[in-house]
């Protein structure tokens, strides 16, 4: 049995990360979307919980998808499963410099973790957490950038965050 990680912080989550997930889906037996604490990121929009229930929502339609957390490295986290595949999505060149320094480091840590890079779709190339959050900020339509099911909770967060 096929296990992958989808990891990321998700804050929040985007059409790209759900087109990457549903391919990993289409790929592996079981996928695992890892909600991580990103310590690079200085004030998220939303908590770790938050981030849960709203993946948890836009990824119900995929029965071998399961949602869950993890606030150490990443590479300590997959040593609870057997043989389990790291996916990264990758937009551009420059993600692949970084993901592959990180996938270097998370060799050195746990040798048996394997990292698949997939790139994005063409359509989210230049989307990102980052971006929605500017976006929200600013009270832009999401539609088109995030899944439908969760605009309503980003734009009501936008309002309090930006204050």
């Known amino acids: 049995m096929s296990l992958a990680i989808c990891p990321g912080s998700f804050d929040p989550i985007t059409l790209g990360h759900l087109n990457i997930i549903r391919r990993t889906a289409q790929i592996f037996d079981d ?3 890892c909600i991580m604490y990103n310590s690079t990121k200085t004030k998220p929009m939303f908590t770790i919980e938050e981030r849960v229930e709203m993946v948890k929502k836009v990824v119900a339609k995929y029965p071998n998808v399961t949602v869950e957390t993890s606030s150490g490295l990443l590479a300590e986290y ?26 270097l480091i998370n060799k050195k840590i746990n040798p048996q973790l394997e990292t698949m890079f997939l790139t994005a779709s063409e359509k989210y190339t230049f989307l990102s957490s980052s971006v929605v959050r500017e976006m929200a900020s600013y009270d832009a339509d999401l539609t088109g950038f995030v899944p439908c099911e969760i605009i309503d909770e980003i734009e009501k967060k936008a309002k309090l965050w930006r204050r």
């Open 31 to 33: 996928v695992v979307v």
């Open 78 to 103: 997959a040593k609870k499963f057997d043989n389990p595949v790291i996916v990264k999505g990758m937009r551009a060149a420059s993600d692949f410099e970084y993901e592959f320094q990180m996938n």
